[in-house]
C-alpha cells in the first residue's frame, strides 16, 4: 500500500514537473495587424473646404453653391492614379460621370493616357500626409443644370481609383433649394 501511494504521488510530481528539454512556445501576437485604411471624403463649398478640419455643412443650397469640392482620402496611389466620379440624383438616375488623373509626381507625370484610349489628359497633383494620400476634385454647380434644373434631396457620390482595391467609397451628399 504504501508503495502504491509512492508510485501514485511520483506520477503526479512527474506530471507536474517542467520539462527544460522542451523550447517554450513561441509568443503569441495580441491581435492581428490592422489592415489597409478605408477611404474617406470631404465635401466643402471650395478646396481649402474640403480640406479642412471643419466639419462638413449637413447641406448644401443647390441656388447659392459655386462649386462643390471634395476630398478623397486613401492609403496610397500608383504613380499616376485615375480617380471615378459618378453622381447619382436621388431618384436613382445616374446625372453626371467624371475622371481626373493624380500623382505625387507631377513633375515627372504631367499628363495621362486614359486606360484604354488615345486621349491623354492632365494630371492633378495628389498630397501626402503621414500615411494617408489626398486628392482633390470639383464640381462647378453655378451656371449648370444642378442650378439650372434644381432636383433637391440625397444625392450619391461614388468615388473609385482603377486597380486600387477597397477605394470604392459611396457618400450621400445633401442638396436643397431655399427661394
Sequence with gaps: MAARRFLTALLVLAACSNDKT????????DAAPPGPASPTIKF??????????????????????????FAYSLPSIGD?????????????????????AYSLDTANHMTANIPGSMVSITVRPATKKGDVVTM????????????RHPYPGTWQVHVYVDGITGSDLVANINFTVTQ
Design 22 to 29: 522542451q523550447p517554450p512556445p513561441p509568443p503569441q501576437p
Design 44 to 69: 466643402g463649398i471650395n478646396e481649402a473646404d474640403a480640406l479642412s478640419g471643419n466639419p462638413q455643412p449637413s447641406s448644401f443650397d443647390l441656388l447659392t453653391l459655386r462649386e462643390l469640392w
Design 80 to 100: 499616376v492614379a485615375f480617380m471615378h466620379i459618378e453622381t447619382t440624383m436621388p431618384n436613382g438616375v445616374q446625372y453626371a460621370t467624371y475622371l481626373a
Design 136 to 147: 482633390t476634385y470639383g464640381i462647378s454647380i453655378s451656371g449648370t443644370d444642378y442650378q
